[in-house]
């Protein structure tokens, strides 16, 4: 008891030291006579003892973060020695609602006042391009521009050249979609395969030829059909610079939708295979085709240590007028960036598409005579009605003539006098007749071209870094630095437009159910990675790898790959045909259940009491995996836990990196059920009924539901037997409202069931922890309200698809056939209530928990609309938040781009991409929408959000694809929804180019895309082994860092590890401005600094490196100090050794 009440008085202790500490420090500046001065004349003098003041301030502030760090470690040293509190016992109280008594342990929330700067911005110069700026500024008017449709006529003199010449280099490509109209498999049998074998064999026949490629994925399966004399001949080729990869991702991925864990996966995948079985490190990206761009793939490419990149698909208006003044090439550096360290130099293509009519110059008529596939004779021909002709000694001059007149007009948009032109389009290059054609023509045309001095032009093939090494060596650059006289660009290029007001912004909501599939793998891949990472060492270090399935790392590798290739902008994207969704999701199910085998056989060992014990069997699985999807378009059922009379355990997995409390629920056969912790203390329970429909309870299942704390990255374990515990198994209460419907209910003798046949529905949920969100009749007692809404398509002939949203005006207000089913369930730890409408079940689930899981509102809607032609389901969140027309959307769960309303645009020009949340704030208030699956989202009045949950069209939207969208699924989407209040004096300080959540929302979001795994233990003859807690981590990491990934690396062997992992650590940027009461979460921030050498329990880290993004390039030698520092916003990457 003594020590109990030792923990009491710290926890007042620290309290009061710190705000005793803020108290002197208010004090001192009261007493400050430069506060008395009159507003703008101070004297100098004055000036610096008010800086001097502020030092001071701030160091007093440092040092009383210190004194609360070293007050918070002993307290922690002495509540962890407490034997486990007695489980509290939830009670009701008068006003009908349930307490939670708090946990007698205190909980911290010390942050470093040096932490809060950075969010505060206002470092470094501005760019002169912001993309905001920019898009406010634009007028966006679609004038014919004459030949260039979308730009204007281009003049030049021929002497402009006289001085420097021009230098041409035509960069021979094929786009090859992993995945699109065909599948994978279909399109590498049929056409990829081929193109890469004459590749081969062309390149080889003339040492001037030049060929780049981008996707890994199809290259490295080509690589494992081809002989050894084959392979040779590749890595000749590409260490000669006639064949060069660029970027070198597995895929070239959708930029809008794809989570940055993804993204960065797959960019490791791909450069690893790279130098492994190339030895080639790339040097420039190429993404000609996402349909819009986001600052995160520069920030990744740069840390990647890629010095240059290209994109294509930006609204026309943008490139236009980047065309115009000379800006379509720009260093573009990050928001945050006050040193210029993010700077990438980028290429933005000027013209309409990436093919060859739209690529040697602004007359697609002529450049087309220039595409020698077109030929007469061959399969394709011109639109434009004047095919190319052969090249040959009589024509020469003429043709060469009207081609070099069109790279001139090219080159008049650029700075330097290097001109870039690619050449080629999706999958050419597969017959060795398109080779030849090209090859030879384009020969002849440049040994003409540069046999004619007066012409001052030098062409040649070229890859894409020869054109940019040609560059920086003509503007007396290093390779990736700022050639003189070139803009700074910050922002993104979302959302694109291609002609007229077809703004690419279906694709975000598009097939929502894989996009939300995609989410669940890549969670899983993560969790998967960290625990077998932890499995392999602990069993290294205690001489039991050999017992341990170590060939699970097949199952990780083949996961990666699939998680990869769902990233390609036709996959995630939801835009390819119906039986390509198929086959993609196919490989997603396969490899979510792989992940799941390793999860189970990792937690297996490290959740053993006794390591001598293990015993790996693979045909008798340790644990159950927590559920089940009969198929890849199926949603999941959670694995039923029958109780008998000798208990059944299950391990609980929790993959965040804090420790965390959270609500549990399970499905048990029996509403008999005691729940005991690992000591085999009783706790209380929620049992409630486990519902399949508005009204229908499932027979024989209930759900318990229970408070845990689980330790960060960590394995806790739970006993469940048949049985009553009066006092804890506490029953949920259930009212139904039917609104008149003849609707029969089912009843369970376990559950007070009340059901209302009609009459109004007022009712409030409320815990201790947040202002309760009223659903009530009354409008003015509406804090935040949800509507249903529906879009309709055009009439005209462009109709909203699969890529396009071309809605028939603003949303209509979605009426149900009957009134909807209301269930309102209330019980200790939660209390929900659930709408049911025909097209949609709405819950919105409230926890009684301290802390992340009790400070938001739990929402999720399961949409069916497969009766719906040619009509979209929208969300709309109002509020009274004076939004003045200002959002913030997410790019890829990595930053916070701000988003104007722009009125002068149409309503889809107005949707941006949501990959994990959306805000709006004021002065006192923001309000965060966050998303467990991307979604298109706008903010199209003040106060308001807008999200397409689901869209179902019956036309191809004429980008290709030939079919509309009408393989829809039952579909689940997943939000939390955070209301947070500004601190006074914490007014919002952000310039229009960078927003930050708060802490807590950063842990919302991870909490709700990263839920603890329930792996029930597989039933045994008793008594089993004992299972133990499994707490890897000896100390939290800071509370701003995220701990991305810990990737064991591959050994020489394929298909096994090495001793090798990666470890990525992310330092989060937060905005200190929003309240943090209630937190009931340890978290404090370390400035950027943690040691790893002492982070794992158990393990030392005998070898770091740091390294670039992808483990290319070492950064630094490996050292002995094992303590690292991470910029805010960084994600730093490092090889080590756990041992």
Same mark, same amino acid.
């Given at each position: ?641 029958? =109780?008998? %009379? *000798?208990? @059944? ?5 929790? &993959? /965040?990196?804090?420790? #965390?409390?959270?609500?549990?629920? +399970? ?62 198994? =506490?029953? %949920? *209460?259930? @009212? ?5 419907? &003849? /609707?029969?209910?089912? #009843?369970?003798?376990?559950?007070? +069931? ?386």
């Amino acid at each position: 008891m003594k020590l109990k009440k030792q923990v009491t008085v710290c926890g007042a202790a620290i309290f009061c030291v710190a705000v005793f500490s803020l108290y002197l420090m208010l004090d001192r500046v009261q007493h400050d006579p430069a506060r008395h001065q009159n507003g703008g004349n101070f004297p100098r003098s004055q000036i610096s003892v008010l800086q001097n003041r502020i030092e001071q301030l701030e160091q007093l502030l440092e040092e009383n973060h210190e004194i609360i760090s070293h007050i918070k470690d002993s307290v922690l040293e002495l509540t962890a020695n407490v034997e486990g509190p007695p489980a509290l016992l939830p009670y009701y109280v008068a006003n009908g609602s349930w307490v939670v008594p708090p946990e007698p342990r205190p909980s911290f929330f010390s942050i470093s006042p040096q932490d809060c700067q950075f969010a505060l911005g206002g470092r470094g110069q501005k760019p002169e391009l912001q993309m905001l700026t920019v898009s406010e500024e634009l007028p966006f008017d679609n004038v014919d521009g004459g030949v260039w449709k979308q730009g204007f006529d281009i003049s030049y003199s021929p002497r402009d050249w006289d001085t420097e010449s021009l230098q041409v280099f035509v960069v021979p490509h094929s786009h090859n979609d992993p995945g699109w109209l065909k599948t994978f498999d279909k399109y590498y049998t049929e056409q990829t395969q081929h193109i890469l074998n004459n590749m081969v064999s062309k390149l080889q026949e003339d040492p001037r030829r030049r060929f780049i490629w981008a996707e890994v994925s199809f290259f490295a399966k080509w690589w494992d059909n081809i002989s050894a004399q084959k392979r040779a001949a590749v890595r000749r080729l590409v260490g000669n610079g006639q064949l060069e990869i660029a970027t070198g991702g597995w895929v070239m991925p959708d930029e809008a939708n794809s989570h940055y864990f993804a993204l960065i996966d797959q960019l490791i995948e791909g450069h690893q295979w790279l130098e492994k079985n190339l030895g080639a490190t790339p040097r420039s990206g190429w993404a000609v085709d996402p349909f819009g761009y986001s600052p995160t793939m520069p920030y990744l490419l740069r840390r990647a240590n890629l010095t240059s990149m290209l994109i294509q698909r930006v609204h026309y208006a943008i490139k236009k007028h980047f065309a115009a003044s000379h800006s379509l090439e720009f260093m573009w550096r990050q928001t945050w960036d006050s040193d210029a360290s993010t700077d990438i130099f980028c290429h933005m293509m000027p013209f309409y598409s990436y093919d060859v009519p739209h690529t040697c110059g602004p007359d697609p008529k002529i450049c087309c005579q220039f595409d020698f596939k077109r030929l007469p004779g061959g399969r394709i021909s011109c639109p434009w009605k004047v095919p190319p002709r052969a090249i040959t000694e009589a024509n020469v001059a003429e043709r060469a003539g009207l081609l070099l007149d069109q790279y001139r007009k090219k080159s008049r948009l650029f700075r330097s006098n290097v001109l870039l032109v690619p050449l080629g389009d999706d999958f050419r290059y597969d017959k060795p007749q398109e080779w030849d054609a090209q090859f030879f023509n384009y020969q002849r045309l440049f040994d003409f071209l540069n046999s004619k001095p007066d012409l001052h032009v030098q062409a040649q093939f070229g890859t894409l870094s020869d054109y940019f090494d040609a560059l920086y060596k003509r503007t007396g650059v290093e390779p990736g630095a700022r050639p003189p006289g070139f803009p700074v660009l910050s922002g993104d290029f979302f959302s694109y437009a291609d002609r007229e007001d077809h703004y690419w912004t279906g694709y975000y909501t598009s097939r929502p159910f894989y996009k939300n599939l995609d989410r669940v793998l890549e969670a899983h891949l993560r969790g998967a990675e960290i625990l077998y990472t932890l499995a392999v060492a602990h069993a290294r270090r205690a001489g039991l790898a050999s017992q341990f399935p170590l060939s699970n790392f097949a199952l990780l590798t083949d996961a990666r790959r699939t998680l990869g290739l769902f990233q390609h902008h036709d996959a995630i994207t939801g835009t390819a045909k119906e039986a390509v969704v198929v086959d993609y999701g196919v490989r997603l199910l396969r490899s979510l259940v792989s992940l799941k085998q390793v999860i189970i056989n990792a937690a297996q060992y490290l959740v053993l009491g006794d390591k001598k014990t293990y015993h790996f069997d693979p045909e008798v699985p340790f644990l159950q995996m927590d559920d089940t999807r009969l198929n890849h378009d199926a949603l999941p059922e959670r694995t039923v836990i029958q =109780l008998e %009379s *000798s208990p @059944r355990y299950v391990v609980l997995f929790n &993959p /965040l990196e804090q420790e #965390r409390l959270s609500v549990v629920s +399970l499905l048990v056969s029996s509403p008999r059920v005691r729940v005991l912790s690992e000591e085999g203390q009783p706790l209380a329970v929620q049992v409630s009924a486990h519902w399949s429909s508005a009204t229908d309870m499932v027979p024989d299942v209930y759900q318990v539901s229970l408070p845990v704390r689980l330790p960060a990255l960590g394995l806790g374990v739970l006993q469940l037997q048949q049985g009553l515990d009066g006092p804890r198994t =506490l029953p %949920s *209460s259930v @009212r139904i409202y039917l609104h008149g419907r &003849p /609707l029969s209910v089912s #009843r369970n003798e376990a559950f007070p +069931l009340r059901v209302i046949d009609s009459g109004t529905s007022d009712f409030a949920l409320s815990n201790r922890y947040m202002q309760s969100v009223r659903r009530v009749d009354e409008e003015q007692e509406q804090r935040v309200d949800m509507e249903f809404l529906v879009y309709g398509t055009r009439s005209s002939k462009d109709k909203s698809g699969a890529y396009l949203f071309l809605p028939d005006g603003e949303a209509k207000p979605y009426v149900p056939r009957d009134p909807p089913v209301l269930r309102v369930t209330e019980g200790p730890f939660f209390s929900e209530v659930v709408a049911c409408y025909e097209h949609v079940h709405q819950v919105v689930r409230l926890y009684n928990l301290p802390g992340v899981e009790g400070l938001s509102l739990d929402v999720s809607s399961l949409v069916d609309i497969r009766d719906y032609v040619n009509k979209e389901l929208a969300l709309r969140i109002r509020t009274d938040i004076d939004s003045q027309g200002a959002f913030f959307t997410d790019l890829n769960g990595f930053q916070v781009q701000p988003r104007r309303y722009l009125k002068k645009l149409p309503l889809q020009a107005n949707f941006y991409p949501m990959p994990v949340m959306a805000y709006l704030q004021d002065a006192q208030n923001r309000l965060t929408l966050h998303t467990a699956q991307a979604l298109g989202v706008s903010s199209l009045h003040d106060g308001q959000l807008e999200v397409i949950l689901d869209r179902r069209l019956m036309q191809d939207d004429n980008r290709g694809l030939g079919q509309g969208l009408k393989d829809n699924k039952r579909t689940c989407n997943h939000f939390r929804l955070l209301l947070e209040r500004r601190t006074l004096g914490r007014e919002v300080h952000e310039g229009p180019s960078a927003s930050y959540p708060s802490l807590l929302s950063h842990l919302t979001s991870m909490y709700l895309n990263t839920p603890v795994l329930a792996l029930p233990v597989a039933r045994r003859q008793a008594p089993g082994p004992a299972l133990r807690s499994f707490h890897p981590l000896a100390s939290s990491l800071p509370c701003d860092f995220h701990l991305l990934n810990l990737r064991t690396l591959q050994a020489e062997e394929d298909g096994l590890p090495s001793a090798e992992t990666a470890l990525l650590l992310h330092r989060k940027g937060f905005d200190c401005g929003l309240e943090a009461k209630n937190l009931g979460f340890n978290c404090t921030t370390s400035q950027g600094k943690v040691a790893l050498g002492s982070l794992f329990h158990g393990l030392d880290v005998v070898f770091l490196q740091p390294t670039s993004l992808t483990l290319l390039y070492p950064l630094a030698s490996p050292s002995n100090s094992t303590d690292v520092y991470v910029e805010p916003m960084e994600i730093a990457t490092f090889r080590l050794r756990l041992g």
